[in-house]
């Protein structure tokens, strides 16, 4: 069903890698490590709990820190909503505002959103033309009653990396606090949880070649920032976040971030190569412009838009090929990405966008492939548009 | 939490329209109708040859998602032979139900619709005042 | 290293189905359904889609539901907190009461306890001994202002069954909703959303045979009750439930709960006769009780008291026994379950009981291991221990 | 967050006490020393033999967790040879460090001081005073 089609989606979510799958299988069935990792009562429950903390090593490693900062999550989206959530509503007497960007994902906006209803000024900032926020711009923003900063590292749609080491020393200056969504980065770019002065980092695992439904939030220890939990219940995860931890998803997150780590080096210039061979196979057809900063970016993340052309027309007539579209191609609007809206693309380059994300399966021959099959559909689909008429 | 699932007639329709693109210079009299801006994500363009009050040939180009295009490109092909007044009150929602267009997408069959009958008033217009008309709205005034 | 152990704690977590397992496994690498199932704009994510959907529909029918009423959410702990803090904070304006009972799990106490700091009352009814709430006493605790009834089908600790579809018409009848947890019934217990007049239902896969990290939620459509998201952000699940779809973890439950629904009532009755089995080998140690209504309980759970041993040291002499103790064992203090104590139970007999969850893959042999097991530590226990002394 | 793990000494004289149980009634005179209450977790009984202020023979019999059993089971096993003075001071936290008993678990190793305190005394109220008092301490008033 799906096997004809060659996979460049990785930004929305990886495979996960055979290495991980079989650490995941061996926590599921009967003869294997599947108990709750509570239930220290027993043997079984002793050894999830010893495969639960070993992945806890693991994950914490990759951004530098100490096991006990990693608190087990759903996925980054919880992940962002128990920082910001949690941070704002367990500190409201200590400020109302918060700064991010409008570039962030729904995960970091919405939450923010949800704030603003309940009595929190938020500031938006505006990246430039090529979706880099200037750590001045976050200075400038902060005010006496600011809280939190919130920054992600690696954009989704578009792969920018944003300088979050030099934001994070401003907030540390300030007294601020700041959480860094590394949903896209990890893996991609280098992380140092302290070195960045970062407060609260949101993780996930199937952006790196882990299970879907699981993740962690770095939350800083010394000094540890008040929360407010979003579920409350067993008191799991020192009560930051209850419900039974999913041994075999955690496990699983765990060898995929120590993969990450081991393989980022060798990964990234691969995934660079096979990027700008893309890129320099679909800027043959003519305008066509790159979407973000061109070299401060993740190395498989390309996204281009092709002036003439519509989105969802170009998705459809790529029937083999697994890309995401600029525009928010699952609502029934021709909502343009708002991500390509704040960088000042017009809405009709903002929508006929593609985004390619490269990953570890990745070939050479996948790109041939793709330059030559978009390049088929946007030459049909120009042609097959009208002129422009004047206004 | 709604998928991008086309009927197999938008399949066929977008995939393979007849009857696309402008005219020839030289193929006689043109009626062109525009309608909508890329901007907004659709737009439309209908080229009409008629003979006495009936379509002899159209042809379509189209800016615009696959139903759009789907639509532009039926009512293309089955212009030819009716009168232009029958053309005029071809029911465009019932196309948009015969292609299984989504409701939030019906407005974009009215941008279809809108170049249609301009086309149409135009070439009601070449027919009363000769082609020199034409060859204005050809140049896309 | 568990492999010498004899697992009976399958009200903590059970093992996955290996028919389970291999539909999960279908869903993690490239070569499998691995994709986003939001990125309906190809092939891979339809086919994610699908399999989501068909996952939707095979928990909908376990319940006497419709798919579009069931949300996905990372568990019951999450269904728990999503239906009682999501009605509560969405409706403070039409009332500020919540009933609920004493024996409920920590992941309906804990949001009700934080529900109270936001300005709300709580009733939290007694059980009688056998640990049944009866429906007139849920009928004499509703108040004008009472938004939602919180009431467990099956407890986890004891497995007596609550009547909800009583409960359920008191409710429907005074306009209050109703919110239960069936965690611990799905598949062991009969369950009909409409019949019973249930607005909420927490549901979880890891106790019936599907992965751990994946529940979901119930949520009656017509009329949808009023709710507020506890997670913001990309607007899955109807903007209830933000976050990726995990579609190995979904598909592995759609698969379980299939699976509850067609073999419900032969294990059932093969559990039951286990359990029988297994009271009656305990009893012959004297000085025993048994928790909760003798009849009115799931086949599967036993909770026994032994007079005159302590908890954890009966746990610790059971090394090759998976079970769990009354007592928090997993805390530092001597605290008896809140459970046992509210059937009044001493705290003695509380702290000092044993609960055995047998489940799909536990074995007569296994029965006759855990009574002769039991027996000799019970007594040698009994042994180590000085006779009573007066006050 | 923390599992039910024990020291390998905890394991062996929770596993294999010996020492254990009320002397046989014929055994001469006994010194018993009880504390804490089963509904509290914790109950601990030593009942020594001494001779000139030595302890002779020592048992213990507890009700409580791995960690209080194996303490009270290593006292007893340890208290022979030692005076009933310096049986009476013998470094009860000190003994819970060498078990690896859990800080929040310290209480617990207090009520195992208060038994063997309280035997001891006995034991020097019946050197002082002869075995009339110890029957009546072995009915357990
Ligand atoms: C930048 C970013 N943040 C958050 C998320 C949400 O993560 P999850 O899918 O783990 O909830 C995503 C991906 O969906 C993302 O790309
Ligand atoms: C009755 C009950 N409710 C809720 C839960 C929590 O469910 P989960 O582990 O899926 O978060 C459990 C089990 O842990 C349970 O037994």
């Known amino acids: 069903m799906t096997a004809t089609c060659i996979y460049m989606d990785n930004a929305a979510t990886t495979p996960v890698d055979p290495r991980v799958a079989a650490v995941m299988v061996e926590c599921l069935t009967a003869d294997g490590c599947f108990a709750n990792p509570s239930s220290t009562g027993h043997a079984p429950g002793n050894a999830a709990r010893a495969r639960v903390e070993k992945a806890r090593a693991q994950v914490a490693a990759l951004i530098g820190t100490e096991p006990a900062a990693i608190v087990w999550t759903s996925g980054a989206t919880e992940s962002d909503n128990l920082a910001i959530l949690g941070v704002a509503r367990a500190q409201r007497e200590r400020g109302r505002h918060l700064v991010t960007a409008r570039t962030e994902h729904k995960a970091v906006l919405d939450p923010c959103k949800q704030l603003e209803k309940e009595g929190f000024e938020v500031t938006y900032l505006k990246p430039g033309a090529d979706g880099i926020v200037q750590p001045d711009a976050v200075a400038a923003a902060l005010r006496k009653d600011t809280l939190l900063v919130s920054l992600m590292q690696a954009n989704n749609e578009i792969g920018v990396i944003q300088d979050v080491g030099a934001v994070g020393k401003i907030c540390r200056d300030r007294g601020v606090l700041l959480h860094v969504d590394a949903a896209q980065s990890t893996g991609k770019v280098h992380i140092d949880v302290n070195e960045q002065c970062i407060d609260l980092m949101s993780l996930t695992a199937h952006k790196t070649y882990g299970p879907k439904g699981v993740g962690a939030l770095y939350v800083r220890r010394h000094p540890r920032p008040l929360m407010q939990p979003l579920i409350f219940g067993g008191g799991q995860e020192w009560g930051l976040r209850s419900g039974t931890l999913p041994t075999h998803q955690i496990v699983g997150m765990g060898m995929a971030y120590e993969i990450a780590g081991r393989e980022h080096a060798s990964e990234s210039a691969r995934l660079s190569a096979l990027r700008l061979r893309l890129w320099a196979g679909l800027k043959q057809l003519g305008d066509v412009e790159l979407n973000g900063h061109p070299t401060q970016r ?94 | ?91 465009i929602l019932e196309l948009g139900r015969l292609l299984d267009v989504p409701t939030e997408k019906l407005g974009r069959l009215l941008v279809v619709e809108d170049a249609l009958h301009a086309a149409i008033e135009n070439a009601g217009l070449i027919r009363k005042t000769g082609p020199q008309l034409n060859a204005e709205q050809a140049q896309g005034t």
Not at chain 1, 323 to 346: N, P
Not at chain 2, 9 to 36: I, K, N, Q
């Open chain 1, 298 to 391: 993740v190395a498989g993340l390309l996204n281009v838009s092709f002036a003439g052309v519509e989105g969802e027309s170009l998705l459809y007539a790529l029937p083999q090929l697994a890309v995401s579209t600029g525009s928010a191609c699952t609502s029934a609007s021709h909502e343009a990405s708002y991500v390509l809206r704040a960088l000042g693309r017009s809405d009709q380059l903002a929508q006929s966008s593609l985004r390619f994300s490269l990953g570890r399966f990745s070939t050479e021959s996948d790109v041939d492939y793709a330059i030559g099959a978009v390049t088929e559909a946007v030459r049909r689909l120009r042609r097959l548009a009208p002129a422009s008429v004047p206004g």
């Open chain 2, 1 to 91: 939490m709604q998928s991008l699932s086309y009927s197999p007639l938008v399949e066929r329709y977008f995939g393979h329209p007849m009857s696309v693109g402008p005219w020839p210079p030289d193929a006689g009299p043109t009626a062109v109708g525009d309608a909508g801006r890329e901007d907004l994500g659709t737009r439309v363009r209908f080229e009409l040859h008629s003979d006495g009050g009936v379509v002899t040939g159209a042809r379509f180009q189209a800016f615009g998602c696959p139903h759009t295009i789907a639509a532009a490109a039926w009512l293309a092909e089955h212009l030819p032979g009716r009168t232009l007044e029958s053309a005029n009150s071809m029911p």
